[in-house]
């Protein structure tokens, strides 16, 4: 008879420590079956912008950084990510500051195919700074989204939700600007900001175990 009953967990299976406190993420990587340690990274984001305006290059570095900042202070595997929102002229869409800009951000969005890009960096690093990462690596994915012609009446009821404040680009695919999306191309999971398909395969790559489910 054929043992079904699924693998244990290896012992010495690296940690896995999330740089990030986005409870959708968390949510997210969750699904893969891993088990994980959320440790916020103190990387300036606001720093990086100042210095580059490529915006594939700029999810890739904001990543990276992410990860770094906790790979100097912690043992394990870590991730880094970052995702954006960016228009067909490389115009990043950050988080609206009020209603008024949460409309016209909606508004630019109305009709026109626009861009999710996901930086993903994953470092191996033993705690004791720069010096202790013995691997990375990082990678970008993009898709790419295309709004349907939206009204101004569908734009300020979906404002008077709330939703679009904490979110980069003013919408939540996965909430109720779902029926404002047409078409997707490319992975799903990437828009709502951490595309599983690519992280599971980094992960596995890295010797973290996946679909460890009640673990």
Known sequence: MTDSSPPSQSAGAPRLLLASASPRRRELLGLLGVRFTVVTSRFNE???KETVSDPVEYVRQAAEGKARDVAARRAGVVLGVDTDVVLADGTILGKPADQDDAFATL???SGVTH????GVALLA??????AGVSRSEVRVVETKVTFAELSDEAIYAYIATREPFDKAGAYAIQGRAMPFVSRIDGDVSNVIGLPLWTVGEMLADFGVPLWRFGE
Do not use: F, M, Q
């Open 46 to 48: 606001e720093r990086l």
């Open 107 to 109: 508004r630019r969005l």
């Open 115 to 118: 861009s999710v890009y996901s």
């Open 125 to 130: 690093a033993d705690g004791t700074g720069e």
